[in-house]
């Protein structure tokens, strides 16, 4: 069913009135923390700040337990709001992301300390707040980064203004609303997390530009990352990839099959570090594509991959634009629009080609998978660096030769590296380690949490304190 703006606005009010993220809500109630002009916006985002920074570290972690709290209880509201506004992902694989950005997020725990002491007193390092953050969020994980952010900005002392996606902006300002709803209902003040109703590049602009904003970070592609880099403040840049996966004679082929259709095909290859095409060795290229056709994979013809080429880009003075109609859709709905029907079974589209090949070379966000046969493994590595454009991203890797993952790892250089598990194991899922859906590539502070939003603050006591 299409669905359009009014639709969307009246589901939000809808929501709000019944919603567990704000008990006694009501309709003509304004969503906390959404204003009409980015001025207001800044100067409440502000003044929140001022409120929060003196309360004890504790406090933050009262405010942030009820975001937890309200984020699982809303996980699949967010997740079909999001779906349906963005008309990208998939629901149950939203529902997931929420849960671990819930569960997982780092709060003040992620802060430390630093010190010396001696003769000549006691000196502390330690991890301040900014102030005041400028965060650009993306239409692909809306919600999950809106949360994500917000705790990790919080915890480490900040308010945020957010200028969320305008394809997202509906589901961005009702997650707003439920992290002040979550810090008034303790007793923490209004305005931690701001945006403004209707986010336009206009806006964007008066961000990047204001003084009362002491860092930006944003979450998207390349356009944004290099206009904040280039605003003159500090700012984090979690940037675009385009992750290759290499398989070698080595690994073990079904697993490997399976782990990268599960790691592509998640929220229908959203996640910028979801697998984007596989690198595979020669002498077990043909296992490993038996293998994915067994896990749920359709394997193109030439004259279908042509007509896909035809479907997901549009050409726009002379280059090539992504369809913004085909990101994010599933492997059944891409099938549909190039005239093939295929059943539930089928997540992912696979068939092989050159490195050239645009649908193998550009960063997608769709679950098709090109595959690249190479000679041995130092070819798949020149291969993969190839195709990763320098992004320094995310790279994958199956295989059970140390050499090889080793070389492959220096050869990348990215922030993330998996190695013989699906892409998403780096967010926590079936990995160690804990989630963010905002990874800066660019600047290389890699995966963010609340230590990435500090400044670092020397604190020097003279000839004192020093009990040793
Ligand atoms: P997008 O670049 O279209 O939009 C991202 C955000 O930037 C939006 O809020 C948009 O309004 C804003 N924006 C875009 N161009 C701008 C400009 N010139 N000035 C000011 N604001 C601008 O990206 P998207 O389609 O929403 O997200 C997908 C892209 O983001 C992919 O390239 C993906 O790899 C990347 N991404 C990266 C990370 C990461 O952590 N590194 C996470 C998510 C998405």
Redesign the pocket.
């Known amino acids: 069913m299409a669905i359009n703006e009014q639709d969307i606005q009246a589901i939000v009010r809808g929501v709000l009135q019944g919603m567990q993220t704000g008990a006694g809500a009501t309709p003509e109630k304004k969503l906390l923390g959404i204003f009409e002009n980015i001025e207001d916006a800044i100067a409440a985002a502000k003044k929140a700040q001022k409120e929060i920074q003196p309360m004890p570290l504790e406090f933050r972690e009262k405010i942030i337990a009820n975001i937890r709290k309200k984020t699982l209880e809303n996980a699949q509201l967010f997740a079909e709001l999001g779906v349906k506004e963005t008309k990208m992902g998939n629901v149950g694989h939203k529902i997931l992301k929420h849960q671990l950005v819930a569960e997982k997020t780092p709060g003040t725990e992620d802060l430390s300390t630093m010190a010396w002491s001696g003769d000549r007193g006691l000196t502390l390092v330690e991890q301040g707040p900014f102030g005041v953050i400028g965060a650009?969020?993306?239409?692909?994980?809306p919600t999950e980064?809106v949360i994500c952010n917000s705790i990790g900005m919080l915890a480490a002392g900040n308010a945020v203004v957010f200028?969320?996606?305008?394809?997202?902006k509906n589901v961005s300002n009702l997650a707003i609303d439920m992290i002040n709803r979550a810090s008034v209902e303790v007793g923490g003040p209004e305005n931690l997390a701001v945006a403004v109703a209707n986010?336009t590049?206009e806006v964007?602009?008066t961000i990047?530009t204001h003084k009362d904003i002491n860092l930006l970070v944003?979450?998207?592609?390349?356009?944004?990352?290099?206009?904040?880099l280039s605003s003159g403040k500090r700012a984090l840049g979690?940037?675009?990839?385009n992750p290759p996966v290499l398989v070698d004679e080595t690994a073990n082929i079904p697993k490997a099959a399976e782990d990268i259709v599960n790691g592509c095909t998640f929220d229908n290859n959203?996640?910028?570090?979801a697998e984007k095409e596989v690198v595979a060795v020669d002498q077990i290229a043909d296992e490993l594509i038996f293998y994915m056709k067994q896990t749920g994979c359709y394997y193109a013809s030439d004259e279908e991959i042509a007509k896909l080429v035809e479907t997901v880009f549009n050409v726009k003075d002379g280059k090539r634009i992504l369809n913004?109609d085909c990101?994010g859709r599933s492997a059944k709905v891409l099938l549909e629009k190039i005239g093939v029907s295929v059943g539930n079974e089928i997540r992912c589209i696979i068939f092989e080609g050159q490195k050239e090949h645009p649908l193998i070379s550009e960063?997608l966000?769709m679950p098709i998978l090109g595959i690249v046969r190479v000679k041995d493994v130092d070819e798949g590595i020149e291969t993969a660096v190839w195709l990763e454009h320098g992004n320094r991203?995310s790279a994958h890797m199956h295989s059970t030769n140390v050499n090889n993952l080793t070389r492959y790892g220096r050869a990348l250089d990215t922030a993330i590296f998996v190695k013989n598990g699906p892409s998403y194991a780096a967010l926590g899922f079936g990995g160690e380690g804990y989630p963010?859906?905002?990874?800066?590539?660019?600047t290389g502070e890699g995966l963010t949490s609340a230590k990435t939003f500090t400044k670092s603050r020397r604190c020097v006591m003279c000839d004192a304190l020093c009990i040793r």
């Open positions: 650009v969020t993306p239409s692909t994980n980064t200028a969320p996606h305008p394809a997202a986010p590049m964007s602009e990047f944003a979450t998207g592609g390349p356009g944004v990352v290099t206009k904040v979690a940037g675009a990839g959203l996640p910028c570090i913004r990101v960063e966000m991203h963010t859906f905002t990874i800066c590539s660019r």
